[in-house]
């Protein structure tokens, strides 16, 4: 399979300034001279230079397009294979004529991720750097875009590498000690457990930053909570409003709370309002305030309304305490009408939350109430950290932790060295699916079923 020539259109479908197809193998240069005739006056095509001529269609044996093609011979290329990249116009009948003329010239059509699948098999980027492509193209934040960028950069891989190297460090003077026990152990015990522990504070590490990523990817979780009339609608439509709403197919609008994907400043959000939470008797809605209320427990944060036009009420002390433990902000909305509620009485019960006054209705203190919620609920990415965004990762390294434990654990116990070093060699595989070295196709699978055509 390797061995054919591959094309494809590689931007996106639809009319733009520019398209560009892309073929990859060893015709690839045969195959777009057919379709690519070059300027009167040149004969030559430079490596890595683009260089202008005219597309052909062989068929009628006329010009019908002015195009630029660049060849790229491998070994430096994105797929370690002759590479040979047509633009021109992004109009998608030429470019479909293009694809259609280099089939019949004997290149076969791409599938999803094929270029990149090429670069993984041709052993220029593992697995984790394959993934990093696509999450670059689809990343929804650019903190997302960097870290991935990171990945592709080797970050993340030479992570594994590093450990792939402790594990095997350790396992061979285990296992030497086991065919030469006259020799005796040539690592001290002290020493295998301290590279047992310190491969486990990487894995952790790797392990907690799934949370990061998560955020980073799907966004965090803000529920805006408080008594009925506090002006919860009015500040979810304020933010949806003056902020990217982000579309989503499925919207989770229900008749108790209402869903929607908003983009602050960098950070990507999923809004909950609340407008359920009342008491009610109704089945159908207390069925309702149930779910609402396990969204706030699930939600990354809370934005809870007081109206400060009001004197504070017993509900809304009881909602600032049963909030305690949730990363909240409290907002003192209304503050264009005359105040009455004792706003110093309320910021003295919890001196650690945060609060701002602000007018839902007016837009009132709008770019604080961003400055903060980004502030309080956005976690700060530690520089030179690596962030694993994907749970088939994280699923990987929590079956090498248990490993990496348990061995620990046999050691600690007094075990003999086969028993423990039975339970390390367990983690060397592991290890290989997280790079793919070792192949996992459903892993492959899962990974390159969400490429795109082209990439
Ligand atoms: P919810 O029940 O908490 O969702 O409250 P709503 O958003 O439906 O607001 C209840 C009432 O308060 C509406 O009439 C809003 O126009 C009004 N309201 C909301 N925010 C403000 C505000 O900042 N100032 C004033 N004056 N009225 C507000």
């Known amino acids: 399979m390797i061995n054919d020539t591959i094309i494809a259109i590689s931007t996106p479908l639809g009319y733009g300034g520019l398209g560009v197809v892309r073929l990859s193998g060893e015709k690839s240069l045969s195959i777009a001279k057919k ?130 190297e402790q594990i095997i460090f350790l396992l061979g003077h285990i296992e030497a000690s086991i065919e030469f026990p006259e020799d005796g152990l040539r690592i001290s015990p002290k020493q295998i457990t301290k590279t047992i522990e310190s491969s486990i504070g990487t894995v952790k590490d790797l392990i907690e930053s799934y949370d990061i990523g998560k955020i ?32 989503t197919p499925h919207p989770g609008t229900t008749r108790d709370y209402l869903k929607e994907k908003i983009k602050i400043n960098d950070s990507i959000f999923t ?68 105040i009455n509620m004792n706003i110093e009485k309320i910021k003295k019960m919890d001196k650690s939350l945060p609060s701002l006054k602000i007018s839902a209705l007016k837009g009132t203190n709008l770019d604080k109430l961003k400055e903060a919620i980004q ?40 075990y003999s060295e086969e028993v423990y070093a039975e339970e390390i060699r367990k983690i060397i595989p592991l290890l290989g699916q997280l790079t793919g070295k070792i192949h996992n196709n459903e892993i492959i699978e899962t990974i390159f079923s969400r490429f795109c055509v082209g990439k």
């Open 216 to 247: 980073l990817t799907e966004g965090l979780s803000l529920a805006i909570t408080g008594k009925v009339n506090v002006g919860k609608s009015t500040l979810f439509n304020l933010l949806l409003k003056t902020e990217r709403a982000i579309v």
């Open 375 to 414: 502030d309080l609920f956005v976690p700060t990415l530690k520089q030179n950290k690596e962030i694993i965004l994907h749970l088939w990762q994280k699923l990987i390294l929590e079956d090498i932790l248990s490993h990496l434990s348990q061995g620990k654990n046999l050691i600690d116990e007094g």
């Open 271 to 338: 809004l909950i309002d609340m407008a359920g939470i009342k008491n009610t008797s109704h089945p159908v809605e207390k069925e309702g305030i149930k779910r609402g209320k396990k969204l706030i427990s699930e939600a990354n944060g809370i934005l809870l309304l007081l109206d400060a036009s009001q004197k504070e009420s017993r509900e809304d002390i009881s909602l600032i305490k049963k909030l305690k433990n949730k990363k909240t902000l409290l907002l003192f909305n209304k503050t264009d009408l005359p």
């Open 35 to 164: 379709i690519f005739h070059l300027k009167k006056n040149k004969t030559l095509i430079p490596p890595c230079h683009p260089i202008l001529g005219n597309l052909y269609n062989f068929e009628k044996k006329e010009l019908f397009e002015e195009a630029y093609l660049t060849f790229f011979p491998k070994p430096h290329t994105y797929t370690r294979e002759d590479v040979v990249e047509i633009s021109c116009h992004g109009s998608p009948v030429i470019l479909e004529e293009v694809v259609r003329l280099g089939i019949k010239s004997g290149a076969r059509h791409a599938n999803p991720g094929e270029f990149t699948i090429r670069a993984y098999l041709n052993g220029r980027i593992d697995i984790l750097q394959a993934e990093a492509i696509n999450d670059i193209i689809n990343a929804s934040s650019l903190s997302q875009a960097e870290i991935s960028f990171k990945q592709l950069e080797g970050g993340l891989s030479n992570k594994i590498i590093v450990l792939r």
